[in-house]
């Protein structure tokens, strides 16, 4: 009853197990009655268990800044998977007009790798010459620098360099037109490979 009481208090679904953060930096699962480790969140996460993290002092929801911890502790024990230039292009996007608009467009992105994952993994059994994930990859990248100089002039150069003017309206249309026609060419293939 006590966990209930809790979880209606925390605004959080049935399905969705509490975890308490204490000041002590220790965690404890509501749900198994036990305290639990970072590592222990992140197995959570790969097995798609529902949960969210509240500072025990305030009920204040912290989830956001332990699964960004679990990510950083990832990449600084040799599991790195957020290239360098991703992540200046990430930084680059906070306090500008875009910033908004990058969690559902990462969301998006991430969602649709997700769904072709079981493709992609089809592809490489098969032993493809032509990598769709470095096709993805690239086509994910070019996006992100034609929005970012689009929204943002001067942002998309090489290494974060800055460039003396913005690029011209109808170089960036071309861009996104060939974008697309590469995107419809990817999904092609996609759904050939799937049937």
């Known amino acids: 009853m006590a966990r209930k009481s809790a979880e209606a208090s925390m605004n959080v679904s049935d399905d969705t197990i509490v975890i308490k953060k204490y000041a002590n930096r220790r965690l404890y699962n509501t749900a198994s009655s036990s305290y639990i480790t970072l590592e222990d969140l992140a197995k959570m996460v790969r097995e798609n268990v529902d949960f969210a993290v509240f500072d025990a002092k305030s009920g204040e929801d912290i989830t956001h800044s332990i699964l960004t911890q679990i990510i950083m502790d990832e990449e600084a024990n040799g599991g790195q998977m957020l290239p360098v230039s991703f992540l200046r292009q990430l930084i680059s996007m906070y306090g500008n007009s875009m910033q908004s608009m990058m ?16 493709k992609i993994r089809e592809v490489f059994g098969k032993g493809m010459q032509n990598n769709p994930i470095t096709a993805i990859h690239e086509t994910n990248m070019a996006m992100m620098r034609v929005a970012a100089e689009t929204f943002i002039p001067g942002v998309g150069g090489k290494g974060g360099a800055k460039k003396s003017s913005p690029p011209p309206a109808e170089t960036s249309s071309d861009e996104i037109a060939a974008l697309r026609e590469q995107m419809a060419a990817m999904q092609k293939k996609l759904d050939e490979l799937g049937k």
């Open 103 to 118: 969690p559902s467009y990462l969301d998006a992105a991430m969602t649709n790798f997700r769904e072709n994952q079981s």
